[in-house]
């Protein structure tokens, strides 16, 4: 899949959207806070919204181009969305609901099986029955199969999962995953949700206050945030503010507060930064020994608190710094509140972004 | 009931009934272009089309004959044109009863219309289907209560109707009465029993036909 979206201005009430990429994955995650023009740019795409100027091009065909004064209309471009709401047809059957974009295609010949569909989305025992006796999760795979139903070229999702709670949230994501794997539709995901990201996606756009702040493979997104406020979305357990007081041999030497870090050195040469450091990348130890690692903080604990599988460990050492540990790690290690600990940092571990 | 007195109230149904219909797909493309576009003029065509709610009756039968009289500016073309007569034929009384009920169907419908939500009609296109389709497959069914509780209002204020109509036609025994018109006529002659039992028999009519309208209309609501 190709999508390129250029030149793309589209005012809005707090800001203008303006994107101007290109998105190659099989499932490409927008990824960005409430409110950053996500859904608007989905809109875009479907041509349900007319923008101040765009070019929108799928696969080689052009879908909008506003200096031509040109944009193919919704029902002929074959994009199919699943909105957050789901906008199942309140008034048909779920048989009915699944036919309606099936019908309108008969004569190009719909590409996905009608059995095939129903098999991975696990429709069948829901297909004589009216869309409001489903539950959230069934409404939620009915969508995804009507949409899938219309031989779409692109798939758009809005926050698949945001009308969920959390069980049914789990429910759904392997759905998801079959539908990746099962057909050979692309899929573009808006979502403000990690998990989602993390687990749909190859490649990842970061949208946030209508502009893009980040683009890449999901990993590189996650462990080199761009930016600070990308950092902070993505989940970044610490980020400080630092300065580096020296670069020697592809290596910075970072200060933070009165504390020395050694780190990669970032490719666009700074001294302000920030220092990134990711609670899985912290190793809590109770004896010093030697290692490899170049950085070992002495550090006291704050606070431990639970976050989902894990412990989130809050500690001193300097400046406030989090690490993730399990449940048997923290029990053999026996850490309590105000207990002294030492904290190891690889130094790849530790990303700078430019302040 | 006498066979004559009958045949004014099959008249006046059908008359009505005919005006509803005739109403109708003018009535719901207003509709629905009031409430789903913005375009230049709409709020002088709300207000145009709310004017028969408030004027007086005979005052908008002024305006018919004039318009549609043989020297008006549109009866005179369908007189040279097609030789056809609309003031004093029964033709008079279905442009009355179409004019002063259409505002009716047009207000229910156009709320019925805003209250469905767009974004179904925007996901069917996203499905393939054209503008047609999503209008007759989407927008119409989901504001179907509305409609059919607007043609009911408008069917019953139809057969109420008397102002426009007897400037436009006048009273005319079996060609254009219409139990109103009739009513007065008798109460003008002194023929009270006529006159109350067609009375009767518009209580009933407008009863069932507000009836059904408040039952489409509050099923909406609370659907």
Redesign the interface.
């Known amino acids: 899949m190709s999508l390129r979206l250029k030149n793309i201005s589209l005012p809005l009430a707090d800001f203008v959207l303006e994107v101007d990429v290109e998105m190659h994955g099989r499932v490409t995650a927008v990824f960005g806070p409430s409110g950053a023009g996500k859904t608007s740019l989905l ?1 875009l795409i ?3 919204r007319v923008a101040r100027s765009a070019f929108i091009q799928l696969d080689g065909s052009v879908l909008t181009d506003t200096a031509k004064k040109f944009s193919r ?9 699943v ?1 957050q ?1 789901l ?1 199942l ?3 048909l059957s779920v048989r009915q609901n699944l036919f ?2 099936r019908k ?2 008969e004569a190009d010949g719909p590409s996905v099986s009608f059995e095939h569909v129903l098999k991975v989305l696990e429709i069948e025992p829901l297909i004589s029955r009216g869309v409001t006796e489903l539950s959230g999760g069934e409404k939620q795979r009915v969508a995804l199969a ?2 899938l139903l ?1 031989s ?1 070229r692109l798939l758009l999702l809005d926050e698949p999962l945001a009308s969920l709670d959390v069980p049914l949230r789990e429910k759904i994501i392997p759905y998801l995953g079959r539908v990746r794997d099962e057909f050979q539709i692309p899929m573009l995901c808006v979502t403000h949700d990690r998990f989602v990201a993390l687990t749909l996606a190859d490649e990842i756009v970061v949208l946030m206050g209508g502009k893009i702040m980040q683009t890449g493979p999901v990993s590189d997104v996650f462990n080199f945030p761009a930016n600070a406020e990308v950092a902070r979305f993505v989940g970044v357990e610490t980020l400080q503010p630092g300065r580096i007081t020296g670069v020697n041999e592809g290596l910075a030497t970072v200060t933070i507060n009165r504390v020395t870090l050694t780190a990669l050195a970032p490719a666009t040469p700074a001294d302000a930064v920030f220092i990134c450091i990711r609670g899985e990348d912290v190793v809590l130890q109770r004896d010093v020994a030697v290692s490899s690692v170049r950085n070992r903080l002495p550090a006291r604990i704050i606070a431990i608190r639970p976050e989902g599988a894990l412990f989130r460990v809050e500690l001193d050492a300097g400046f406030t710094l989090f690490a993730l540990v399990t449940r048997p790690a923290c029990d053999e290690l026996g850490l309590r509140e105000g207990d002294s600990i030492t904290a190891l940092i690889k130094t790849p571990a530790i990303h700078l972004v430019p302040r | 009931m006498t066979a004559v007195e009958w045949q004014i109230v099959g008249f006046t149904v059908w008359v009505a009934a005919l005006s509803t219909v005739m109403i109708l797909p003018f009535g719901l493309a207003l509709a629905w272009a009031l409430a789903r576009a913005n375009w230049p003029g709409k709020s002088l065509v709300e207000t145009l089309i709310t004017l028969p709610l408030v004027m007086p009756p005979v005052a908008v039968g002024l305006i018919l004959l004039e318009v549609f009289g043989r020297r008006g500016a549109l009866g005179g073309l369908l007189h040279d044109r097609l030789n056809l007569d609309v003031i004093f034929t029964w033709r008079a009384v279905l442009l009355a009863l179409s004019v002063m009920s259409a505002p009716l169907l047009i207000r229910s419908a156009r709320v019925a219309f805003e209250e469905v939500n767009p974004r179904l009609e925007q996901i069917a296109r996203t499905l393939g289907a054209g503008g047609w389709r999503v209008f007759f497959t989407i927008t119409v069914p989901l504001a179907a209560r509305g409609i059919v509780g607007g043609m009911l209002l408008a069917f019953a204020r139809a057969l109420g109707e008397f102002g426009a109509t007897i400037m436009v036609v006048g009273y005319m025994p079996g060609k254009t009465a219409t139990i109103s018109l009739a009513i007065y006529e008798n109460v003008q002659i002194g023929e009270d029993a006529r006159a109350y039992r067609l009375l009767a028999v518009s209580v009933v009519l407008a009863f069932i036909a507000v009836w059904g309208s408040e039952f489409f209309l509050r099923r909406k609501k609370t659907a």
């Open positions: 809109d479907a041509g349900l209309a919704t029902h002929r471009r074959g994009i199919g969305y909105p709401d906008a047809f309140p008034h309606y974009g309108a295609r009507r949409a219309a779409p």
